[in-house]
């Protein structure tokens, strides 16, 4: 009787250690959408010059799209009524401010603080000065950083999803991948033989992957001004408008942004800027990858584009460029997805 209470009580403890250990808090996911952050901190800090600043960071203006759009959602949180419901949010941002802990100011992050899927960043200072020096001297170091995490969440969700019907038709096409959201299945070809098209025809916001390919000649192909003609010339060719005579170009009165980067350790050009249609009233943001494939000495660009002449475009756009960040060549097909900011510590 007496040892099959204690085989009963030996049970029950290991079910309620058992239940403890789901109800912790990294079993939470962590929660809120894409691009939301919540702020911790005193209040009268942040309803005074100090929040003014951050704010101006974390709302700063996205560039190259066609109207203002904030970088964040800022939620604010109070110090001392930082409850377990915000803790849960999927990007946090604390500031401490304590003289007896902190002789310098310095940046700290975490993941999965209080829920799986959680980048939590921690400013701590011994003084209110310090924070007001950051900010005003790095204006958008913390929106940046934060846009990274975001970013490489968004290309390692879309490297789990399954595959679909349009990205083996990309594959069959040019013997690249490329993870393309779920939503897109509408499929089409331009006139040019090594042009592929997809679209997720939505009705509120558009968003649109083109692909083409051209023969690598020399080193200037990576600049600015050639991918940029090459591009009028490709869309002129395969993206008509719904008009006569009207097809898609670049944007020449606001010029596009370009800068090198690297994916899988490899030269990478990036470049966002505007498109419109001539002769018809679209137009909208463009967001392209070009990378050299150099087995088959050829170039290959992948570009996302939105129409969302009613909503924000900022999501829409991010979504898309997450989405080129998962490009791989022929000798890369075997290759997992990788983050495309893998060293998010540089603050």
């Known amino acids: ?18 239940a403890a250990c789901s109800s912790s808090p990294l079993q939470t996911q962590a929660t809120g959408t894409p691009y939301e952050i919540v702020v911790s901190v005193n209040r009268a800090e942040w309803e005074g010059e100090m929040g003014r600043l951050i704010r101006a960071d974390l709302e700063s203006d996205i560039p190259m799209l066609p ?23 999927r990007n946090v941002f604390i500031i401490n401010i304590d003289p007896t802990m902190f002789t310098q100011m310095a940046l700290q992050y975490e993941r999965d603080a209080w829920a799986k899927g959680q980048m939590t960043l921690k400013m701590n200072a011994p003084d209110r000065q310090s924070v007001m020096d950051f900010f005003s001297k790095d204006s958008r170091k913390i929106s940046k950083f934060f846009s990274m995490v975001e970013m490489n969440r968004a290309t390692l969700l879309l490297g789990l999803a399954p595959g679909t019907a349009p990205m083996d038709s990309l594959s069959r096409l040019f013997n690249i991948k490329l993870c393309l959201p779920y939503e897109m299945k509408a499929t089409g070809r331009g006139k040019g033989k090594d042009f592929f098209w997809v679209s997720d025809d939505g009705k509120k916001g558009r968003s649109d992957v083109i692909v083409y390919t ?41 010029e596009p942004e370009y800068e090198a980067i690297a994916l899988r350790g490899k030269y990478c050009g990036l470049m966002r800027g505007l498109w419109r249609m001539v002769g018809d009233a679209m137009g909208g943001p463009f ?57 998010i510590s540089k603050l």
């Open 1 to 18: 009787m007496k040892a099959s209470s204690c085989l009963m009580f030996i049970c029950l403890f290991c079910a309620v250690l058992m």
């Open 67 to 89: 109207q203002p759009e904030p970088a964040f959602r800022v939620m604010f949180a109070d110090s001392g009524r930082f409850g377990t419901l915000l803790k849960h949010v």
């Open 214 to 254: 051209f023969p690598y000649t020399d080193t200037n192909t990576f600049t600015m001004e050639y991918l940029m003609a090459k591009r009028d010339s490709v869309l002129q060719i395969n993206l008509p408008g719904g008009r006569p005579d009207s097809y898609m170009t670049t944007e020449k009165m606001i």
């Open 287 to 343: 967001v392209s990858v070009a990378r050299l494939d150099s087995a088959n000495n050829r170039v290959i660009v992948a570009e996302g584009f939105v129409y969302a002449p009613e909503t924000h475009k900022r999501n829409f756009i991010r979504k898309l460029e997450a989405a080129l960040y998962t490009l791989r060549l022929p000798d890369e097909l075997d290759l997992p997805v990788e983050e495309p900011y893998k060293d």
